[in-house]
C-alpha cells in the first residue's frame, strides 16, 4: 500500500476504496458504505419482532437500529449481509433475500 492516499476520503464512493479497505484513521469506518459488498440481504418483518436484540447483540457491522430500547430497522449503507442476524433471531422476524431480489422488488 505505499501508494495509498486517503485525500478527501470523506467524499469517497464504496467503489473508490482500495481492495481490502484500509482506515485512513481512527474513528471512520462509518464513511465507509459497506452495504455496497452486500450480495444478500436481511429483510426485517416488525410483525414478529420480539424485541430479544439478539441480532443488536451479534451483528458484527452494528447495522441493526434501536431506539428506547426497540428495534427499528436495519442500516443497509453498512450492514454487509452476512446473514449472522438471521441465523440468531429465534422469532422469524429476519429472512435474507437475495441483493438482486431485493434491488428487483424495490422496483415493482
Ligand atoms: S446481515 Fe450481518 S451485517 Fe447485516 S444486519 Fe445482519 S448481522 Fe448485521
Ligand atoms: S433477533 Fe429477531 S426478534 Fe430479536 S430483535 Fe432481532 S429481529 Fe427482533
Given at each position: 500500500?505505499?501508494?495509498?492516499?486517503g485525500e478527501n476520503y470523506e467524499n469517497w464512493?464504496?467503489?473508490d476504496f482500495?481492495?481490502?479497505y484500509v482506515c485512513p484513521e481512527a474513528g471512520t469506518s462509518v464513511n465507509c458504505h459497506t452495504?455496497?459488498?452486500?450480495?444478500?440481504?436481511?429483510?426485517?418483518?416488525?410483525?414478529?419482532?420480539?424485541?430479544?436484540?439478539?441480532?443488536?447483540?451479534?451483528?458484527?457491522?452494528?447495522?441493526?437500529?434501536?431506539?428506547?430500547?426497540?428495534?427499528?430497522?436495519?442500516?443497509?449503507?453498512h450492514?454487509?449481509?452476512?446473514?449472522?442476524?438471521?441465523?440468531?433471531?429465534?422469532?422469524?422476524?429476519?429472512?435474507?433475500?437475495?441483493?438482486?431480489?431485493?434491488?428487483?422488488?424495490?422496483?415493482?
Open positions: 500500500m505505499a501508494d495509498f492516499n464512493k464504496p467503489s482500495p481492495e481490502g452495504g455496497g459488498w452486500r450480495s444478500e440481504r436481511p429483510v426485517w418483518d416488525k410483525e414478529q419482532c420480539s424485541n430479544c436484540m439478539l441480532c443488536w447483540v451479534y451483528c458484527p457491522d452494528s447495522s441493526i437500529m434501536v431506539k428506547d430500547g426497540e428495534m427499528t430497522g436495519i442500516d443497509y449503507e450492514c454487509k449481509g452476512c446473514g449472522v442476524c438471521v441465523t440468531e433471531c429465534k422469532f422469524g422476524a429476519l429472512e435474507l433475500i437475495s441483493e438482486a431480489q431485493a434491488i428487483a422488488e424495490e422496483g415493482e
